[in-house]
């Protein structure tokens, strides 16, 4: 699992680390992998112009002494001073290296720019100069690497407020941080590279975590040799309505091609039909009032694709979260609680799934307000709600409780297309369904969705079909099942 900090928690373990060493130790740790990878993304160090664009803090001593580095193995490289002050031993050992002080022209002509104005203790906008440097540095030719994390992107939320420094790589120092895998903040990060300086023994409990490869391997289900249909998770889905099939035909394939062990689709007439005609699998019930007393039972259920919004959705939304099995709240359905909290009020746990703007419905803000902060709003919504949100996006975030938010790095932007939202409902709701917690449902939901859009995609264009195609060929690429 790849665990993130805030700007806090990072800098009670680097105090913690520095009161064990010798003074500078952690910086010169700091240095040499800053050095090492920017030696790799150079090739050849001996000739290339580097330069180094220094800020008052301590990352700008780190790239004064990575550059010192450089500067040793045959770099031209120069230093562009920003701060009001300036680390003078770093500074005194790149002049001894042969490095030079220069005006801010040279950027343009580097084959490397490393930036190093603001550290992780920087928030809001970027003053001038050095808002002015990071779009000098952004225009240039060079490679761009940060130092610990993109100027102008907040290391603990992952906001950007204005100009913003767009990296090709991230070195980042002891661990990473919050606003690295958070978007705007993951958008200005390029590939990021961790440096271990000795922190991990003294970081507390993480901010947020993404799940990796192994990670969603271990909590998949996987059938049993005693394993029958009922025991694999049977999941009911109440969605569509005679304007939007699509979407009940799309929720219900994400949810078989899951390994839910059986589906039960209740719906209107239109939708049984197109139901029927593409999953014959799915056994269905034809509502001819907003009731689930006939459709058997089920361990989990999806609500609110296609549903609609009027009288008879909210009848039915009521029914089924009236049931005391979980519950995935998705799309219309969102707009329905949006109208009527109480709907939320019962003992069984609820899984919501809203995009920015469904999410600012629930919480009375602003989309772009919340697109700009989403672990604040996610957070948030998890508290004021009782729920576990998934909040869709360019970054996919899970919050629950008090529990780290849970980052998705899988997906494509080939994803946002209509109807993938649908599949994601279907995939994690069978995933509830066959046992998992509405957090780790939603997490690996998302994962084995972003993975199944990327195979789909493969560079291309996809269309939602597509990627419930490919969720089996996710779920195998995740487990390492051939066949």
């Not at 593409?278 to 509502?287: D, F, G, R, Y």
């Not at 039915?316 to 009236?322: D, E, I, M, Q, Y």
């Amino acid at each position: 699992m790849r665990t993130a900090y805030t700007a806090d928690q990072i800098r009670g373990a680097e105090h913690a680390l520095m009161a064990r060493l010798p003074e500078g130790t952690l910086m010169q740790r700091a240095a040499a992998g800053l050095a090492a990878h920017c030696a790799g993304l150079l090739g050849r160090v001996y000739g290339k112009r580097v330069v180094l664009l220094v800020g008052s803090g301590d990352n700008g001593g780190d790239a004064l002494y990575a550059g010192e580095r450089l500067a040793r193995r045959g770099a031209w490289v120069g230093a562009v001073l920003a701060g009001s002050k300036t680390h003078e031993a770093g500074l005194r050992a790149l002049r001894d290296a042969g490095g030079r002080v220069v005006d801010r022209p040279a950027i343009d002509g580097a084959d490397l720019i490393m930036d190093g104005l603001v550290g992780i203790g920087a928030s809001g906008a970027l003053r001038e100069p050095y808002a002015e440097l990071a779009e000098r540095a952004n225009a240039a030719r060079g490679a761009i690497v940060a130092v610990d994390v993109p100027s102008g992107v907040d290391a603990s939320t992952g906001q950007v407020h204005g100009a913003a420094v767009r990296a090709k790589v991230t070195v980042t120092m002891g661990a990473y941080k919050t606003g690295l895998l958070v978007d705007p903040g993951a958008s200005h990060t390029g590939v990021v590279e961790l440096v271990d300086i000795g922190l991990g023994a003294y970081l507390p409990d993480p901010d947020v975590a993404a799940l990796t490869r192994g990670d969603v391997e271990d909590l998949l289900p996987r059938p049993g040799k005693e394993s029958d249909k009922y025991r694999r998770g049977v999941l009911g889905v109440a969605a569509g309505s005679d304007r939007f099939t699509g979407a009940a035909v799309l929720a219900v394939g994400g949810a078989l091609r899951a390994g839910a062990g059986m589906v039960r689709y209740a719906g209107p007439h239109e939708p049984i039909a197109q139901v029927r005609a593409h999953w014959p699998e799915a056994v269905v019930t034809t509502l001819e009032r907003p009731s689930i007393d006939d459709v058997g039972r089920v361990q989990a259920w999806v609500l609110g694709p296609g549903l609609g919004t009027g009288d008879w959705a909210h009848e039915l939304a009521a029914k089924v979260l009236g049931s005391n099995v979980p519950v995935l709240i998705d799309a219309d359905a969102l707009t329905l609680v949006a109208n009527d909290r109480g709907l939320l009020r019962r003992a069984a746990p609820v899984l919501i799934t809203p995009h920015a703007g469904e999410l600012a419905r629930l919480l009375r803000a602003d989309r772009d307000d919340i697109e700009a902060a989403r672990l604040e709003h996610v957070r948030r919504a998890a508290a004021e709600l009782g729920v576990t949100v998934l909040l869709k996006g360019s970054t996919t975030v899970v919050a629950e409780d008090s529990r780290p938010v849970r980052v998705n790095r899988t997906g494509t932007p080939y994803l946002a297309t209509g109807g993938t939202g649908d599949v994601l409902s279907g995939v994690a709701g069978a995933l509830l369904a066959q046992g998992l917690s509405c957090y780790d449902a939603a997490s690996c939901g998302a994962y084995v969705h972003g993975l199944a859009g990327r195979l789909a995609a493969d560079g291309a264009p996809l269309t939602a079909a597509e990627v419930a195609t490919a969720v089996p060929a996710a779920i195998r690429a995740v487990t390492r099942v051939d066949g």
